[in-house]
């Protein structure tokens, strides 16, 4: 830790800080829950490696005070703590969305010996840690995350389209561990390894034409547990596909378009002949006052699912698991919330507002403050935004539904530079 945030920190007022709120609801649960001495701790907060560290040098007096003894773990922590002896174990994630939150969990690691060769804990369950204290100046900044130093866009196109793209998706659909990219247009769905090679192609010409349909190419895909969901705005129903030996196949009809997993899955409905969708059904928290969506999103992350709506009127608004919503200004229709950090840290990665660049940018922002951190010039305009891991372990890639002047599209690639 630096020695201005250390300065920072001890320039707070009398009133406790963010941090010493915090670890005194933490130490007081641990207690609670008969946390026994020595105890180990592990403090995560993905992303934010200054702020783990400032709130075990709060936490750590604490938990001494009430005679727990505290060790600091890494890696797997459970074993370590047991070959170390450590008779508990307190496990805490911190988190930050309009408050400072720990989440985790303690419990005892005594084993058993006298279980035979298999190593037991004892019959006690682990007991659930959960604590928030506001967010003030120190936290702020020790919250900065590690980011990375910019964005890339690879100079050749994954495919290039006579048509324009009407939505984009990516994720594992043959089960390998590594993402496919699903591309719709008002024609087909097409699925492309990560080089571009295109493994397989659907058709849309059996599904019926919708009464009303947009005039620009629209659409949702969304890929859950293997499987593809695919509406067009342009037909009155969907399809959920199977990729199988080289062919997309139909598995059921799609009622509704689908913009996130779960189960059910999240839906939502197309309003008739704009390229605009209105959530619907179970799995939508409150939704924000305002005009009608041109993008709505939903993903899993660590505190549940993240939300993130893309109004038309260049306001996103993104919520994470029931937090607030926040509003991040100057965003275009391609946006998604992304992990290109590979370590649980979502950022927003957004179009601008322009309504017809000759060149867009894409800019990696904040999701609690808009805060800009890296961005890459991209020719055309940006109407879709997809994010996923190619390789079975590390950080996501952006794939772009880039619109091109002559009415045709192209699909790119664009990776942050570590």
Known sequence: MSGALLL????????????????????????TAGATAPLAVVVSAPGH?????????????????????????????????????????????????GTLSASGDVFSTWVNVFSGRTQERPPAPAAVVFAEAPVDAAVRALSQPNLPLGLVLLPDALARLPIRTAALALGDLDADGRAEVALLTSEAVEVRAADGHLLA???LEALPRARLRPRDAFGTLAICEGLLYAYSAGRAAGEVLALEAGALVPRAALARPVVGCGKPPVEADFLPGAARLAPVGPGWPDVPAGPAAWGLFRRPEARGLASLFLLEDGTAHISRGRGPWRSVPEVGAGAALADVL??????????????????DVLRLLGVADGVEYARVAVPGRILQVAAGAFEAQGPEALVLGVWRADGG??????????
Do not use: H, I, K, Y
């Open 8 to 31: 920072l920190l001890l320039a707070q007022p009398s009133a406790p800080s963010s941090l010493e709120q915090l670890a005194s609801r933490v130490a007081a649960q641990a207690r």
């Open 342 to 359: 590979g370590d649980g840290t979502l950022l927003l990665a957004a179009s601008s507002a322009a309504a017809a660049p000759a060149e």
């Open 49 to 97: 490696p200054s702020l783990s560290q400032a709130f075990w040098t709060v936490l750590s007096p604490r938990l001494s005070a009430l005679g727990l003894e505290p060790v600091l773990l890494s890696g797997d922590a459970e074993t370590a703590a047991r070959a170390s002896g450590m008779r508990a174990l307190l496990r805490l994630r911190l988190s930050l969305d």
């Open 201 to 203: 192609r659907r058709g």
């Open 409 to 418: 599209a192209e699909v790119r690639l664009v990776r942050s530079l570590p």
